[in-house]
Structures are given as C-alpha cells and as structure tokens.
Nanobody, 123 residues
Framework: QVQLVESGGGLVQAGGSLRLSCAAS????????VGWFRQAPGKEREFVAA????????YYADSVKGRFTISRVNAKNTMYLQMNSLKPEDTAVYYC????????????????WGQGTQVTVSS
C-alpha cells in the first residue's frame, strides 16, 4: 500500500503561481511512477503531468505544457507540481497518484490516489 496526501492548494489570481506537494508513505515510493490529475466540477478527471520513478522522464498535458513543472524527491518521499501563469480554467481538485506500471497518462493505470486538494484561480 502507498498512502498519498496532497497539500498546497488554495485561491490565487490569474497569472499567479502555486506549488502542490504530494507526500507518500508506505511501500517504497521510488519504485512508482507518479502523476497529477485534476477534476473540475461537471467534468471528467483529466491527466496533468507524470514523472518516472527516477525523475528522469516527464510528460505533460498540452494544456499545461510550459506552465507546470512536475518533480520528485525520492529521499523525501515527495512529489511536487509547480504551477505558474495560472488560468481560471486550471480551477479543479488536483489529485496525485502512483503507478507500478510507470509514468502514464490514463487514470485507470494508477494504483493509489490521494484525497485531492482544491485549486481555484480567479479572473
């Protein structure tokens, strides 16, 4: 089992920045690919970014490419999502997830999920 806890969400104006954190406990975090997903009201959960177990490979949704950066520090069992140039359409609940299959873009490929943290971007 891997337990994931997100933090760092909040209310920010358009153009601002936030950094989300995801703290992991349980099985060896470094063995898992990890990702961030988000879900806005009335919409399906969508992929945001993912990073390989070593941190050497990353992948981003087109909607956040160039604005968001995913990273991880395995020694701290923590993953981050730095979000810059935020837009109102980035408003959603953000979830971190871990996968034993690698750094993937589909939610069904992930084995463990956090509870989510709300990000609200005002215009």
């Amino acid at each position: 089992q891997v337990q994931l806890v997100e933090s760092g969400g909040g209310l920010v104006q358009a153009g601002g920045s936030l950094r989300l954190s995801c703290a992991a406990s349980g099985r060896t975090f470094s063995r898992y690919g990890v990702g961030w997903f988000r879900q806005a009201p009335g919409k399906e959960r969508e992929f945001v970014a993912a990073i390989s177990w070593s941190g050497g490979n990353t992948y981003y949704a087109d909607s956040v490419k160039g604005r968001f950066t995913i990273s991880r520090v395995n020694a701290k069992n923590t993953m981050y999502l730095q979000m810059n140039s935020l837009k109102p359409e980035d408003t959603a609940v953000y979830y971190c997830a871990a996968s034993s299959r690698g750094y993937l873009t589909t939610a069904t490929s992930y084995d463990y999920w956090g509870q989510g943290t709300q990000v609200t971007v005002s215009s």
